[in-house]
């Protein structure tokens, strides 16, 4: 097949042993016997992917949102299996719901974002797949926290899985930026270093939560050398019950996969999809300066609420000293040069000692 072609040609082998990348791929989730089998079809026929996805139980933030259709559903991914020989995984929530998976004949479970913040329930998931074969992914924790992500994924490895994955879907960011998880590339590099031997694939539907932005990050992930992609696929995807806006037709995969495993991993999927997610970045790290500069100042005025109380002066040159001292030599750890970092908190230190000067009622 053209596409298993590709994928032997592209070479991607990483430090895993894999041949190339590992390819999920399947609907949000599984809403009819029809939907799963066409779409699972529809995959099939492209040569490319490991595993079939569908969520069987979907954990929703609203009650009354659409739930998953439940354990019906994986007879219907029994099927798909039998029908099409893909392997099939969905999400364990519970113990209930990996005890159910492991009677279907499951060949994969996914631990989702909100579970895996949950210890006492990743370690019961962990103990009742002991023993068995089933592959395990893990994706990253809501939160932006290497750790709970790390210690997860080691309570299977202690629990003797063999074959674990750790996904990274993107954490949450207080406001939607151009993303709707921000991907904080350094967060699964880190967990890489501190396990080197997890594939770390990316999942760039639920990072971008729209679908015109999966190719550009799909495209970066392969070329930081992630392990491989889960990537959400509906015959349908504006019809869909959940994730609707995220979901590509499996023609859109297709040709998204056909270019990463042509361009190989030193591919470059087009300079302007680049500079548009470096920018979205720059654009999100701009807030969180400006975010952190307001704040900063809010603080000053109120040190200059308890100054004022107390007779004392505004500028207090030994906490400044103490203050430039310290920023400047945690900037250097990252890289800044001293000047800049000391002219930047000269201003701001202007701007905080003005502001301690107002008037109350102008400050
Ligand atoms: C999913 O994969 O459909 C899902 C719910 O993922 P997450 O846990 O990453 O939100
Ligand atoms: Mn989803």
């Given amino acids: 097949m053209e596409s298993r072609e590709l994928r032997k040609q592209a070479g991607l082998a990483n430090k895993s042993g894999h041949a190339g990348p590992v390819i999920v791929a399947g609907p949000c989730s599984a809403e009819t016997p029809q939907q799963l089998m066409d779409t699972a079809t529809a995959l099939a026929a492209t040569g490319v992917v490991d ?8 954990p929703r933030t609203s009650p009354g949102s659409f739930e998953g259709m439940g354990s019906p559903a994986l007879r219907w991914l029994q099927d798909v299996k039998k029908e099409t020989g893909l392997a099939v995984g969905t999400e364990a929530g519970s113990v209930q719901h990996a005890q159910e998976a492991l ?37 990253n924790p809501m939160a932006p926290d290497v750790d709970l992500w790390e210690g997860s994924i080691r309570r299977f490895q202690q629990a003797g899985i063999r074959n674990i994955y750790a996904i990274h879907r993107g954490f949450s960011y207080w406001t939607r930026s151009l993303f709707r998880n921000h991907p904080w ?61 995220q979901q590509l037709t499996p023609k859109a995969f297709h040709c998204l996969i056909k270019r990463i495993l042509g361009q190989g991993i030193n591919g470059h ?19 969180v300066l400006v975010w952190a500069l307001t704040n900063r100042m809010k603080l000053a005025t109120e040190i200059a609420g308890v100054k004022a109380r107390n007779n004392m002066e505004v500028l207090q040159p030994e906490r400044w000293k103490e203050v430039i001292e310290k920023v400047v030599s945690m900037a250097k750890k990252g890289g800044l040069r001293d000047t800049f970092v000391e002219k930047l908190f000269d201003d701001i230190h202007h701007e905080s000692l003005s502001l301690q000067q107002l008037p109350v009622q102008d400050r």
């Fill in 103 to 139: 009677m279907h004949g499951l060949d994969m479970l996914w631990i989702g974002a909100r579970t895996v913040s949950n210890p006492f329930l990743v370690q019961e998931i962990a103990d009742l797949l002991k023993g068995t074969d089933i592959v395990v992914m893990v994706k």
């Fill in 269 to 287: 999927g087009g300079t302007k999809n680049m500079l548009k997610e470096l920018r979205a970045e720059v654009d999100i790290l701009d807030e």
């Fill in 51 to 58: 595993y079939f996805r569908a969520g069987v139980w979907k």
């Fill in 185 to 245: 590339w350094h967060l699964p590099m880190e967990l890489k270093q501190r396990l080197p031997d997890v594939p770390v694939i990316s999942d760039p539907s639920h990072i971008a939560g729209d679908r015109k932005l999966v190719p550009m990050l799909a495209q970066r992930a392969m070329e930081m050398g992630f392990s491989g992609l889960m990537i959400e696929v509906h015959p349908n995807p504006d019809k869909a019950m959940s994730d609707s806006l």
